[in-house]
């Protein structure tokens, strides 16, 4: 058990819908981090929030949006669904100051959410 | 364009040998590395890591070793066991830390018994 747990692990929706997955980090981690990882690709990172405040972005799309609330969960929000947005999608957190130090710190991953699209 | 490459999708190894996983990176900013473990169902677990300032780090039987000029490292497991049947994720990050991790695409290790 990461301590990293993600709701729901499973979810299935209609094109041009909207969802929300939510993540909770590991006890005392300030960084929180989603990734998406498709069929035939690898993890492909998202966007990562610290302290609530959004610290790194990658390959999100403008249909997907994140925020993380005082309590330090986090939640992903992806609207106007497409086939191609199933994915698993992972939650990670880290102990990351979110600034560029070496602090060799690792991600602890959740079980991720299952999304499929139909 | 992938920046971090594991161009080995699976690898079939007989229990008690020598397994190799390699990954190559084209980011020369790329300055630490880490490999992930994944099994079906379950979320990726950090396995081991090294920092660019060293060539090789240990840990049990898991060796990472790194070569800066070549832009290619390797993840060495002795003896290989069939518990270490998994996906192995290659992963590499600017500045120090685990921000905004960049994966490979995995390599799926079967351990033959």
């Known amino acids: 058990d990461s301590g990293v747990t993600q709701t729901p692990k499973h979810l299935i929706t209609a094109t041009g819908q909207r969802v929300t997955l939510r993540c909770s980090p590991r006890?005392?981690?300030?960084?929180v981090y989603w990734y998406q990882q498709s069929l035939d690709q690898g993890l492909q990172f998202l966007i990562q929030y610290y302290n609530g405040e959004e610290r790194a972005k990658g390959n999100i799309l403008e249909r997907f949006s994140a925020q993380q609330f005082p309590d330090l969960h986090s939640e992903l929000n992806l609207s106007s669904l497409e086939l191609g947005d199933s994915a698993l999608y992972f939650c990670?957190?880290?102990?990351?100051?979110?600034?560029?130090?070496?602090?060799?710190?690792?991600?602890?991953f959740g079980q991720g959410t299952r999304l499929t699209v139909v | 364009d992938q920046q971090v490459k594991q161009n080995s999708p699976s690898l079939s190894v007989q229990e008690g040998r020598i397994s190799i996983l390699n990954c190559d990176y084209t980011n020369s900013m790329f300055d630490y590395f880490l490999w992930y473990k994944k099994y079906p169902a379950e979320g990726p677990t950090f396995l081991i890591s090294?920092?660019?300032?060293?060539d090789k780090n240990e840990d049990g039987r898991f060796t990472v070793f790194l070569n800066k000029s070549a832009k290619h490292l390797s993840l060495h497991i002795v003896p290989s066991q069939p518990g270490d049947s998994a996906v192995y994720f290659c992963?590499?990050?600017?500045?120090?830390?685990?921000?905004?991790?960049?994966f490979g695409k995995g390599t799926h290790l079967i351990i033959q018994p």
């Open positions: 090294i920092s660019s300032i060293k």
């Open positions: 990670a957190s880290s102990d990351g100051t979110g600034q560029m130090t070496n602090l060799n710190t690792e991600a602890f």
């Open positions: 992963a590499a990050s600017v500045g120090g830390g685990a921000d905004g991790l960049t």
């Open positions: 006890s005392g981690d300030l960084s």
